[in-house]
């Protein structure tokens, strides 16, 4: 008898921090008709260190962390990964 078993796994230790705005942007207008300025441009981060902090950067990647919104964005942004498995 052949019998077969497949499984996906997720590690969602940083996935907040890994989202790509761009590609989420681009995905909020394809799969959820979302137009026009969108909060997730001209964004800027910076790290904190014991009582220091670093500069502010440019940031391209990530969702805010520990929100609802951060949890909505990500979920919107896999919400199409069990199509993309054989």
């Known amino acids: 008898m052949d019998q077969k078993a497949g499984a996906v796994f997720y ?3 940083y996935v907040f921090g890994s ?9 909020s207008g394809k799969d959820f008709h979302i137009s026009g300025r969108l909060f997730l441009s001209d964004r800027y981060a910076r790290l904190k260190m014991s009582d220091g902090f ?3 950067i440019a ?28």
């Open 11 to 13: 590690d969602f230790t």
């Open 59 to 86: 940031s391209q990647f990530g969702t805010s962390a520990c929100t609802l919104l951060g949890l909505l964005l990500f979920i919107a942004n896999v919400h199409d990964v069990p199509k993309c498995i054989l």
């Open 54 to 56: 670093g500069n502010w």
């Open 19 to 27: 989202v790509n705005l761009n590609h989420l942007l681009y995905k």
